[in-house]
């Protein structure tokens, strides 16, 4: 089990940026897989981006490609997640999993999850 705390969220202007952030506790934080997905008021939860536990495969989804950025530091056990060109759409508690295995986007394959954190971009 891996304990994990987000933190970054806040509100941002349309075409802003933010950087979360999510903490493991745990020796073993190298050896999970990572996930960031996000739930919007209504809606169901979507998969985010995702990258396997060496870093060097990163995975998302089509409506954040090329604005966003997976990324983890294993040596502070933290999970990075860059946030460009914000868009309203983009507005979400933000959440990060991990896993065992290979990267999934499918957000029943993690079992272990945080809090979350809010996510507000203003047009």
């Known amino acids: 089990q891996v304990q994990l705390v987000e933190s970054g969220g806040g509100l941002v202007q349309a075409g802003g940026s933010l950087r979360l952030s999510c903490a493991a506790s745990g020796r073993t934080f190298s050896s999970y897989t990572m996930g960031w997905f996000r739930q919007a008021p209504g809606k169901e939860r979507e998969f985010v981006a995702c990258?396997?536990?060496?870093?060097?495969?990163?995975g998302y989804a089509d409506s954040v490609k090329g604005r966003f950025t997976i990324s983890r530091d294993n040596a502070k056990n933290t999970v990075y997640l860059q946030m460009n060109s914000l868009k309203p759409e983009d507005t979400a508690v933000y959440s990060c999993?991990?896993?065992?295995?290979?990267?999934?986007?499918?957000?029943?394959?993690?079992?272990?999850w945080g809090q979350g954190t809010q996510v507000t971009v203003s047009s």
């Open positions: 990258i396997t536990w060496s870093g060097s495969t990163t």
């Open positions: 999993a991990a896993k065992i295995g290979s990267y999934s986007g499918y957000s029943t394959s993690y079992n272990n």
